[in-house]
């Protein structure tokens, strides 16, 4: 899988990159953040294949990751791209050369019911490395915000958060009109079993059943076209 983020940090501050990891997904970035991290872990090569698939690397700089040497290992890849590496601070630490006069992101005071201004200008770092826009705006709408939210999706309809929303709303559809009963769209499966059915377009069915109430087909030959709900 290739991420957009993938995030550099230690055991100790984990708190804070849960918190930073979280919002970033709420945008729709996708970012590759190892919880199952120790202290002692080293830099290895499935962490290498990680981070070659990834589109940028962002380091959280604090007194406990200048310090440890899977930063160090990572940061190292990430500045042998260029362009890949984003700083952030979550304290006042001033991390080691060549990084030291780097551009750095201040993530104090962030606590998940506040965003600092230094989290606004990461997420439009970000925003303009993967070719989004107006992600400030997006994320300064309130969930009551509901035309403005939709003005916004429908400015940015190849935006992945718009993507997403289609998406849901498709699923919703679907979903809501296999549990009014719509028929025809199951077929008998190939295996002549006549308690299985499948559907050939993979709609969301009630549970695991079909529209005319019989099972949906889990054999090998329909397995990948039927989503049972």
Request: contains cysteine; glycine residues 6%; charged residues 30%.
């Amino acid at each position: 899988m290739a991420y957009d983020v993938f995030l550099v940090t230690v055991p100790e501050d984990f708190d804070m990159a849960k918190l930073v990891a979280r919002r970033l997904r709420s945008l729709k970035f996708t970012v590759r953040f190892n919880q199952k991290q120790t202290e002692d872990d080293i830099f290895d090569a499935k962490d290498a294949r990680d981070a070659g698939k990834s589109g940028n690397m962002l380091v959280l700089w604090s007194a406990n990751s200048v310090k440890n040497d899977w930063v160090r290992a990572a940061a190292a890849v990430g500045n042998s791209r260029d362009g890949m590496l984003v700083h952030a601070g979550i304290d006042k630490t001033i991390p080691y050369e060549p990084y030291r006069k780097a551009k750095r992101f201040s993530l104090e005071g962030f606590t998940s019911r506040k965003m600092p201004e230094g989290f606004y200008k990461l997420v439009e770092e970000l925003a303009e490395r993967t070719g989004r826009t107006d992600l400030r705006a997006w994320m300064k709408l309130g969930s009551k915000d509901d035309e403005a939210r939709d003005a916004w999706l429908e400015a940015h309809p190849d935006d992945p958060l718009a993507i997403a929303e289609r998406q849901k709303r498709e699923k919703r559809s679907v979903s809501t009109g296999a549990g009014q009963g719509s028929r025809g769209s199951c077929q008998p499966c190939s295996n002549d079993d006549p308690e299985w059915q499948w559907s050939p377009s993979g709609e969301i069915h009630d549970g695991r059943f079909c529209c005319s109430g019989t099972r949906l087909c889990q054999c090998p030959h329909h397995a990948d076209d039927c989503r049972a709900a």
